[in-house]
């Protein structure tokens, strides 16, 4: 009899209508997600297909001949035979070719990269210099639908090609304002040194605020007040804290525009973040494992440093790359801080100039050659890579060390 009261009652109006309410609100979220997945993969989509390019190039300083990839496997014998090919002996290629100097100056002045495409033929090595110039710059179809038509249209020393921007070469080059040989080298090592230096600035501070917030600070109205203020912080925009950073780091301390102050200004963006996870990860560890090692002998310290924060690791770990990954997509509070847009050499430390991915990509973005938006597609595709690994290594860290109580 119980049971058929039950099952009545679990079928009266206000519960059915409860439920197709709540099948209406499931149905309803499911077209803003799709529609936001649709859209992020075409915004990617559209970057990847922005970062080839066919281009008609005017040779300047090069020989304007172009290798094939079987009689070239790499850079070096690309330029032994770029340089035979403008008319210079053999004595003199192996004495250049020997010469440091002479091959750094030459590295500086030039680009060697694959083409996919010349009109010479498929998979073609070309070496380019920062005085070549373009002619003309197509997307990839339109290029392609014309192929035939600029091959057959191309005056002397200039090339046709089927330019990919993002390859290995693009990774090693230097910034230059010409974007046949810019590249994100400098970009590249600015943004692990920023990173670096914050992550060691904001973990020991945020993880230690999180040990003696949930360990040892008493339950009163200012650690609740601290708590508050934290979760505040960790949503706050993050042009605040480069405006923050202009005031104390830049020019109250005097730092200028270095690395030092653009680290300080970035722990205190993710220091937060780190601080709230860390707490998260303290708060899952049971008062029962505390209490045994209590009962076995230890002391407070000995038992959270030996007991509970080895168990936190992966809570913690997870929050630390996290909030990496935050700071190195940001842009504004860095532009705030004083991050140059142009900066033609690798960090040598806390004081130098630097530049980072989100500020190169702006100054492409910013720029009024056409090839810049190729340049600029293809650091945004490097970027994303860099934050899908950093999400994609937390992700695993969180599964492979979680700890089931």
């Given at each position: 009899?119980?049971?058929?009261?039950?099952?009545?009652?679990?079928?009266?109006?206000?519960?059915?209508?409860?439920?197709?309410?709540?099948?209406?609100?499931?149905?309803?979220?499911?077209?803003?997600?799709?529609?936001?997945?649709?859209?992020?993969?075409?915004?990617?989509?559209?970057?990847?297909?922005?970062?080839?390019?066919?281009?008609?190039?005017?040779?300047?300083?090069?020989?304007?001949?172009?290798?094939?990839?079987?009689?070239?496997?790499?850079?070096?014998?690309?330029?032994?035979?770029?340089?035979?090919?403008?008319?210079?002996?053999?004595?003199?290629?192996?004495?250049?070719?020997?010469?440091?100097?002479?091959?750094?100056?030459?590295?500086?002045?030039n680009r060697v990269e694959l083409m996919w495409a010349?009109?010479?033929?498929?998979?073609?090595?070309?070496?380019?210099?920062?005085?070549?110039?373009?002619?003309?710059?197509?997307?990839?179809?339109?290029?392609?639908?014309?192929?035939?038509?600029?091959?057959?249209?191309?005056?002397?020393?200039?090339?046709?090609?089927?330019?990919?921007?993002?390859?290995?070469?693009?990774?090693?080059?230097?910034?230059?304002?010409?974007?046949?040989?810019?590249?994100?080298?400098?970009?590249?090592?600015?943004?692990?040194?920023?990173?670096?230096?914050?992550?060691?600035?904001?973990?020991?501070?945020?993880?230690?605020?999180?040990?003696?917030?949930?360990?040892?600070?008493?339950?009163?109205?200012?650690?609740?007040?601290?708590?508050?203020?934290?979760?505040?912080?960790?949503?706050?925009?993050?042009?605040?804290?480069?405006?923050?950073?202009?005031?104390?780091?830049?020019?109250?301390?005097?730092?200028?525009?270095?690395?030092?102050?653009?680290?300080?200004?970035?722990?205190?963006?993710?220091?937060?973040?780190?601080?709230?996870?860390?707490?998260?990860?303290?708060?899952?560890?049971?008062?029962?494992?505390?209490?045994?090692?209590?009962?076995?002998?230890?002391?407070?310290?000995?038992?959270?440093?030996?007991?509970?924060?080895?168990?936190?690791?992966?809570?913690?770990?997870?929050?630390?790359?996290?909030?990496?990954?935050?700071?190195?997509?940001?842009?504004?509070?860095?532009?705030?801080?004083?991050?140059?847009?142009?900066?033609?050499?690798?960090?040598?430390?806390?004081?130098?100039?630097?530049?980072?991915?989100?500020?190169?990509?702006?100054?492409?973005i910013s720029a009024n050659l056409s090839e810049f938006?190729?340049?600029?597609?293809?650091?945004?595709?490097?970027?994303?890579?860099?934050?899908?690994?950093?999400?994609?290594?937390?992700?695993?860290?969180?599964?492979?060390?979680?700890?089931?109580?």
């Amino acid at each position: 009899m119980q049971r058929g009261l039950s099952l009545e009652s679990s079928k009266s109006p206000e519960n059915l209508r409860r439920d197709r309410i709540n099948r209406v609100f499931a149905r309803a979220v499911i077209v803003p997600t799709v529609l936001a997945l649709a859209l992020i993969a075409v915004l990617i989509l559209d970057t990847i297909y922005d970062t080839v390019s066919v281009q008609v190039v005017e040779v300047t300083e090069t020989s304007g001949k172009s290798f094939p990839l079987g009689q070239a496997w790499n850079a070096e014998q690309v330029i032994r035979l770029e340089l035979l090919a403008q008319g210079l002996p053999e004595e003199e290629v192996n004495r250049l070719m020997a010469d440091p100097e002479e091959m750094r100056i030459f590295g500086l002045r030039n680009r060697v990269e694959l083409m996919w495409a010349t009109q010479d033929g498929p998979l073609r090595w070309v070496v380019s210099s920062i005085d070549d110039e373009r002619v003309s710059n197509y997307s990839l179809l339109e290029g392609l639908r014309r192929w035939n038509e600029l091959k057959a249209g191309l005056q002397e020393n200039q090339q046709l090609r089927l330019n990919p921007w993002l390859d290995q070469s693009f990774l090693s080059r230097d910034p230059s304002r010409n974007p046949i040989s810019a590249g994100l080298r400098v970009a590249l090592f600015g943004t692990l040194w920023l990173l670096t230096m914050t992550l060691l600035l904001s973990v020991p501070i945020g993880v230690g605020t999180a040990i003696y917030l949930e360990e040892y600070a008493p339950k009163n109205a200012l650690t609740r007040f601290i708590e508050v203020n934290l979760r505040n912080l960790a949503g706050v925009p993050s042009i605040v804290f480069g405006l923050l950073g202009l005031a104390v780091f830049v020019r109250g301390m005097n730092l200028g525009p270095t690395l030092a102050a653009a680290a300080l200004t970035m722990a205190l963006l993710i220091m937060p973040t780190i601080t709230i996870a860390a707490r998260e990860a303290l708060r899952a560890v049971p008062d029962s494992v505390r209490l045994a090692a209590y009962a076995l002998g230890a002391t407070k310290w000995q038992t959270i440093s030996k007991v509970v924060i080895p168990a936190t690791i992966p809570g913690i770990a997870t929050g630390v790359i996290l909030a990496a990954a935050r700071a190195i997509g940001e842009a504004a509070p860095l532009l705030l801080v004083g991050a140059a847009a142009y900066v033609a050499f690798v960090p040598r430390g806390p004081m130098s100039e630097y530049t980072v991915l989100p500020v190169q990509i702006y100054l492409w973005i910013s720029a009024n050659l056409s090839e810049f938006a190729n340049t600029a597609a293809a650091g945004i595709i490097v970027l994303l890579l860099t934050l899908a690994g950093l999400y994609a290594l937390a992700f695993w860290v969180r599964r492979r060390f979680r700890v089931e109580w």
